[in-house]
């Protein structure tokens, strides 16, 4: 009986390790310190506790509008704090990075994210469900071991058939 256990388990595992490789979970965080581009992002703005309803009923309202094509272009956010890093509770635009910011769904609206910042950018070809953790903690990893400060201004970006990206603004660029 514990033999037959051990198998199930085996097997249960193997398929996990195999899922998570082909969502990406193995795949290199690549970290640039760059400059930022110019971007505009139709959504609307959350502030409020992470576990909410109404958070997850703001992501739906924007993939029902990418689903109904009312907005064309990458699922995108901007956060203006860490959870993490205090209570639980988050700020964030929540949207959709878009070219074109004439016509948009009822109740939304665009912010732009200027250019010529100089940001810290990771990079990640994974899953939308893996991407953001393993980036995230790729950045801050960054930031200590290169005595970076990075500011409360977070920008994420996933694109279809490309990596994901974050960038976090730089306080004190390194000289």
Not at 34 to 45: D, M, N, P, V
Not at 132 to 157: S, T
Request: cysteine-free; aromatic content about 10%; charged content about 20%.
């Amino acid at each position: 009986m514990t033999k037959k256990y051990l198998i199930i388990l085996a097997v249960v595992a193997g398929l996990g390790l195999v899922a998570y490789t082909y969502m990406g979970g193995f795949t290199n965080v690549k970290v640039t310190q760059t400059t930022s581009t110019q971007l505009f992002i139709a959504g609307k703005y959350y502030e409020g506790k992470t576990d909410a309803e109404a958070l997850g009923q703001v992501y739906q309202e924007v993939g029902k509008a990418v689903e109904q094509k009312q907005l064309t272009g990458d699922f995108a956010g901007i956060y203006y704090n860490n959870p993490s890093r205090d209570t639980k509770t988050i700020k964030a635009f929540i949207g959709v990075a878009v070219q074109d910011t004439t016509s948009l769904p009822a109740g939304f609206s665009v912010r732009v994210v200027p250019a010529g910042r100089p940001v810290l950018r990771g990079e990640l070809d994974a899953s939308i469900t893996i991407a953001p953790k393993r980036i995230y903690g790729a950045l801050f990893d960054y930031e200590e071991e290169h005595n970076l400060k990075l500011k409360e201004f977070y920008v994420e970006r996933f694109p279809e058939d490309q990596p994901a990206t974050i960038e976090v603004e730089i306080a004190q660029p390194q000289k």
